[in-house]
Nanobody, 125 residues
Framework: QVRLVESGGGLVQTGGSLRLSCAVS????????MGWFRQAPGKDREFVGA????????LYADSVKDRFTISRDNAKNTVYLQMNSLKPEDTAVYYC??????????????????WGQGTQVTVSS
């Protein structure tokens, strides 16, 4: 069974930074494409970004490009989301997800097989 546990959320002021972590159990972490999604109250869950199994390529939503960076440490079975220049509209529950099916970076949440429980990020104005 694969288990994903996010951490690092919290309250931050506009312009601040946070780094989220997602620890993944299981021996095949290095084979998964990992994604980050977020869901604000009353809105659908939306794609934030994804990183390849090797960590050498990433895909970002336009809304976070140049502000957020995804990285991974396969030795630690952990993926990270570094969030800089945060805005109030970044307020949401952030989820990490694992795609065990393909090596393609995908933005569609239905393509991901495993999900964490989420961590709250609140950006105050």
């Amino acid at each position: 069974q694969v288990r994903l546990v996010e951490s690092g959320g919290g309250l931050v002021q506009t312009g601040g930074s946070l780094r989220l972590s997602c620890a993944v159990s299981g021996r095949t972490f290095s084979m998964y494409v990992m994604g980050w999604f977020r869901q604000a109250p009353g809105k659908d869950r939306e794609f934030v970004g994804a990183i390849s199994w090797s960590g050498d390529s990433a895909l970002y939503a336009d809304s976070v490009k140049d502000r957020f960076t995804i990285s991974r440490d396969n030795a630690k079975n952990t993926v990270y989301l570094q969030m800089n220049s945060l805005k109030p509209e970044d307020t949401a529950v952030y989820y990490c997800a694992a795609d065990r099916t393909t090596r393609t970076l995908r933005a569609e949440r239905l393509e991901y097989d495993y999900w964490g429980q989420g961590t709250q990020v609140t950006v105050s104005s």
